[in-house]
DNA sequence: CCGCGAAGTTGCGAAATCCGCAGACTATGA
DNA sequence: TCATAGTCTGCGGATTTCGCAACTTCGCGG
């Protein structure tokens, strides 16, 4: 069966070459225990050891950093209408003087689920998700209108969530 | 210790209750179970019981079900820029006709990393990973405006992701 | 009032998995 | 050349998973 290594063993390992933002690239090896766990998180280290060709130990290991530098994560995922959130909405911001900064603060709410930086018509994405049309309201128009820099919103409200996926390489 | 069960024993399991689009409600018991998973996706299942109040062998029975349901997927996710996938966007669509069946036809793009239903000045918001400026180019105008019942999209290229969670009701 | 099905609990043993650790191997830099 | 740091492998022992069986509880209908 497939007994060959994904990758060449002599290949640098994780980490040696770092983009100019600081987050660590990852090797062929590594890239290949991510999309085995981003088909069943729990799938057992021996198994993974064998699809990319390492030890069990050796994958355990580099799972565990991989966890550590924050590179990746293993959690559940539910849609969240299912979990008992029934408003969502996507919310673009316009924003004046330090993007990032306001980026930041509304990244430190907890409602806040999804927060990038963009370019085109709003300067900011952000994913909200709350209990109730109450709750919503006052996260858009008191809490990130309220935060200084923020020029103007635009609320895109959910109505149905038709697709949802984690398996980026695994294609 | 907290020794105490998380809801009362005697409420209705999950599946009792549907909502008009046939998502199974689940009951305190299961939320808690997948909050636990949203902490940690590979947490034991005798962990899992003690934080819930329930037995090893009913948290297993339940994770099972709520899998199998597709209420939830133990997954791993990472921020796809690291794992090689250069260039992102969200996409906003008009569409003119059935939106849904537009939302099916995006939903099949394996690009398409999340879609949904919005109201406002948009009909769908849709995520796109792609691997280069190419890639993305040939999604956006080649592929998506090619969807018949697209009226128009307006692209927002990501610069920057500041912060994706996955602990809905951790709060 | 009794039977029945859904869920949960306890208990158990075998198999699989996880985890820590020692030893070997390989670059890299002083 | 030697030391060091980073990985990988192998290997026990502890832990977890998994299937299974028997018994209890609870709610529902006949």
């Not at 497939?2 to 600081?22: C, I, L, N």
């Not at 290991?61 to 995922?77: E, P, W, Y």
């Amino acid at each position: 069966m497939h007994s060959e290594a994904v990758a060449s063993r002599s290949a640098d390992q994780k980490g040696s070459r770092e983009s100019r933002s600081g987050t660590p690239q990852l090797d062929a090896v590594s890239l290949a225990i991510v999309e085995q766990l981003q088909e069943d998180g729990r799938r057992p280290y021996a198994a993974i050891g064998k699809a990319v060709g390492l030890s069990e130990a050796a994958v355990r290991q580099r799972v565990q950093k991989l966890l550590d530098q924050g590179v990746m994560q293993i959690v559940a995922v539910t849609d969240p209408l299912t979990v008992g959130f029934r408003r969502q909405a996507m919310v673009g911001v316009n924003v004046e003087g330090d993007v990032e900064s306001v980026a930041d603060a509304l990244a430190a709410m907890s409602e806040c689920e999804y927060v990038v930086m963009t370019a085109g018509s709003f300067d900011l994405m952000v994913e909200i998700v709350c209990e109730d049309d109450d709750h919503l309201l006052d996260v858009i128009n008191r809490r990130i209108r309220a935060v200084p820099g923020v020029r103007s919103t635009e609320s895109f409200v959910y109505l149905k969530l038709k697709k949802q996926t984690y398996m980026w390489g695994t294609r």
